[in-house]
């Protein structure tokens, strides 16, 4: 079957290394869990930890995904992330062209 549009989600972490982000962009690729990662870099991240104002450089991440594929995909981040509580947020996709959308089905095979 053939997923709609609003079914794609982009999911994003985080990592304070860049050979990490790279490492869990290149397993949830191999693992179908993600159709698409890509990993920017670096950034400056500011937060408050443990009541402390942090700032740190970070990688981020940012996979394209099913909806169905979002529990395995945070499931797959939380226990091979090396934070002790990492981002990680899904944010729907409204649009997108066609074709992709049907790509992301492909290799993630769900179509």
Not at 56 to 64: G, I, N, P
Not at 81 to 109: D, R
Request: hydrophobic fraction near 35%.
């Amino acid at each position: 079957m053939t997923k709609c549009l609003k079914d794609i989600m982009v999911v994003i972490t985080t990592c304070g290394k860049e050979e990490d982000a790279k490492i869990l962009a290149q397993k949830l690729i191999e693992k179908r869990l993600a159709a698409c990662a890509q990993v920017y870099g670096p950034i400056t991240s500011y937060y408050w930890w443990e009541g402390n104002l942090e700032e740190d450089t970070e990688w981020q991440v940012k996979f394209k995904i099913l909806k169905e594929k979002y529990e395995d995909a945070e499931k797959f981040i939380r226990q091979n992330h090396p934070y002790e509580l990492p981002q990680i947020i899904a944010i729907p996709v409204e649009k997108s062209l066609k074709e992709y959308s049907l790509w992301v089905a492909k290799e993630t095979n769900e179509n």
